[in-house]
């Protein structure tokens, strides 16, 4: 970890939407941390080289037939020991995610979001 930067942790949100990477790039600005945005496209992700990451926010459905799962193995090379916060319009954790995702929070959701954020960068969130 450690991609505070001016006393703000450092979110990368991944999402094969750019609307709503603006719109949940804008909610964790908001929420006093520092975003970074990434187009999830085509099962692969265009990951900010050379960015150390605090927490990771990631979109379970990626397109048609891809999910977050397929994104973890480049995103835990790329951010090792980040925590991933699985994004989704689902009712609790996928199966196949649990194990492998640190948290997890329903899209329309931002108050919860933030308060998932910033219990893991230990700004005393609730969850």
Same mark, same amino acid.
């Given at each position: ?44 992700? $265009?990951?900010?080289? !050379? &960015? %150390?990451?605090?927490? =990771? ?15 973890l193995p ?20 996928? $199966?196949e995610l649990? !194990? &492998? %995702?640190?948290?997890? =929070?329903?899209k329309g ?19």
């Amino acid at each position: 970890m450690n991609g505070t930067i001016n006393g703000k942790p450092t979110v990368l949100i991944l999402d094969d939407d750019p609307v709503h990477l603006k719109i949940y790039g804008w909610i964790v600005d908001r929420g006093n941390f520092r975003a970074l945005t990434a187009l999830a496209r085509n099962g692969s992700a $265009d990951l900010p080289a !050379g &960015e %150390a990451v605090d927490v =990771v926010v990631l979109d379970y459905r990626l397109g048609a037939s891809i999910t977050a799962k397929d994104l973890l193995p480049p995103i835990r090379s790329a951010f090792p020991g980040a925590p991933v916060v699985i994004l989704s319009e689902l009712e609790w954790m996928p $199966d196949e995610l649990k !194990g &492998e %995702a640190t948290g997890f =929070v329903r899209k329309g959701e931002p108050e919860e979001l933030l308060n998932v954020l910033r219990h893991l960068t230990g700004q005393n969130g609730v969850l």
